[in-house]
């Protein structure tokens, strides 16, 4: 099992940028693809950012695309989102997830651990 901590998010106006930061414990996270996702108040949590188990591959939601930047650090165990040219619709909240499994990636069904989330609110 594993135990996700997300942090770094906060107010920031639109253009701006922000870091998200994932602390994992538990089991080794080089075990683990890790995603990103966020969730609008009355919207579904959708998929934003996944990270290969060796940091080799990444997958971007189309609305992120050239803004959001997912990396990681297997040896610090952590997983991060770049995240620039903030628009007002970003505002969300951010949860970091972790799976096993290579199936439904971009899918919350996919994934088998989350984090608490972290708020992220982008002003105009």
């Known amino acids: 099992q594993v135990q996700l901590v997300e942090s770094g998010g906060g107010l920031v106006q639109a253009g701006g940028s922000l870091r998200l930061s994932c602390a994992a414990s538990g089991r080794t996270c080089s075990n683990y693809a890790m995603g990103w996702f966020r969730q609008a108040p009355g919207k579904e949590r959708e998929f934003v950012a996944r990270?290969?188990?060796?940091?080799?591959?990444?997958y971007y939601a189309d609305s992120v695309k050239g803004r959001f930047t997912i990396s990681r650090d297997n040896a610090k165990n952590m997983v991060y989102l770049q995240m620039n040219s903030l628009k007002p619709s970003d505002t969300a909240s951010y949860y970091c997830?972790?799976?096993?499994?290579?199936?439904?990636?971009?899918?919350?069904?996919?994934?088998?651990?989350w984090g608490q989330g972290t708020q992220v609110t982008v002003s105009s």
């Open positions: 997830a972790a799976t096993s499994g290579g199936t439904n990636i971009y899918s919350i069904l996919g994934y088998n651990y």
């Open positions: 990270v290969s188990r060796s940091g080799s591959m990444t």
